[in-house]
C-alpha cells in the first residue's frame, strides 16, 4: 500500500489559513488521497478527499499536486476547534476491503 | 452527514472478564465495519475487517479468540473483548462504509471510541 510522509506538528494561529502538506510519492494512478482528523479523545472525522483535481468543500480545500506526489489540506481560516491530529491517507482498497491504515499523522496546535 | 454510534463510550472492568463493545450505523446501511485499538499518544491500528453475514478479517498479531467481532446486521457489529487484561486497556474505536460498491472514492465514519480500562 503506498505510504505517505507528513511533518509531526504544525502551529497555527487562530483565523489565519493553515497549508498542512503531505507526500506521496508512491502513489498509484487509481489511489484516492483521503484526509482525516482526529479530535482529542474522539474517533477519526472525515475531512476531505480527491484524485487529481483539486476539491474544496464545507471544512477544507485540497490542492493536490500536478504529479499527484503531494498534497496540501487548506483550512482556511483555523479556529480552536481546529486544533486536531490530521492523517493524509491513501486508502488500501486494492483487495483489502477498503481499509485505512493510520499513519502518524500531524498534530496541529491553534493559538488564539 | 452519516452517524456511527458505540456503546458504551467507556467502561471499567476487572481481569479476566470479557466485555462487549456495540458499533451501530445510524442513518445507513453498512456492509462493512472496521475495528480499531488506539494506545495513548499513538496512531490507530486496525484491528479486522468485520463484513455483514461472513467472518471477519483479522489484522496480523491480532487474537481472534480473544477479539469476537460479530457482525449479525446491516446496521450493527460488536467486538468482544474476552478474559481482558490491563494490557487491553486501549482507547477502541470503529468505522463504517455505506452499503455500496467498494471504491477509492468512498469516506468511512467513525463512531467516538470506546475507552476500555481493565483493573
Known amino acids: 500500500d503506498a505510504k505517505t510522509t507528513q511533518p509531526n506538528s504544525m502551529e497555527s494561529n487562530e483565523e489565519e489559513p493553515v497549508h498542512l502538506p503531505c507526500n506521496h510519492s508512491t502513489i498509484s494512478g487509481t489511489d484516492y488521497i483521503h484526509w482525516y482528523r482526529q479530535l482529542p479523545s474522539q474517533g477519526p472525522e472525515y475531512v476531505i478527499h480527491g484524485l487529481t483535481s483539486n476539491v474544496n468543500n464545507r471544512m477544507a480545500s485540497l490542492a493536490i499536486a500536478e504529479d499527484r506526489k503531494s498534497s496540501t489540506l487548506i483550512l482556511h481560516r483555523a479556529t480552536l476547534r481546529d486544533a486536531a491530529v490530521y492523517y493524509c491517507i491513501l486508502p488500501n482498497y486494492g483487495g483489502s476491503q477498503g481499509n485505512l491504515i493510520f499513519g502518524k499523522g500531524t498534530k496541529l496546535s491553534v493559538k488564539p | 452527514g452519516a452517524v456511527v454510534s458505540q456503546h458504551p463510550s467507556w467502561v471499567i472492568c476487572k481481569s479476566g472478564t470479557s466485555v462487549k463493545i456495540e458499533c451501530r450505523s445510524l442513518?445507513?446501511?453498512?456492509?462493512?465495519m472496521f475495528w480499531y485499538r488506539q494506545f495513548p499518544k499513538q496512531s490507530l491500528m486496525l484491528m479486522a475487517t468485520?463484513?455483514?453475514?461472513?467472518?471477519?478479517?483479522?489484522e496480523q498479531g491480532v487474537e481472534k479468540d480473544k477479539f469476537l467481532i460479530n457482525h449479525a446486521s446491516l446496521t450493527l457489529s460488536t467486538l468482544t473483548v474476552t478474559s481482558a487484561h490491563p494490557e487491553d486497556s486501549s482507547f477502541y474505536i470503529c468505522?463504517?462504509?455505506?452499503?455500496?460498491?467498494?471504491?477509492?472514492?468512498?469516506?468511512?465514519?467513525f463512531g467516538p471510541g470506546t475507552r476500555l480500562t481493565v483493573l
Open positions: 468505522s463504517a462504509i455505506f452499503l455500496a460498491r467498494l471504491a477509492g472514492n468512498n469516506e468511512q465514519f
Open positions: 468485520s463484513n455483514e453475514g461472513s467472518k471477519a478479517t483479522y
Open positions: 442513518d445507513f446501511q453498512a456492509t462493512t
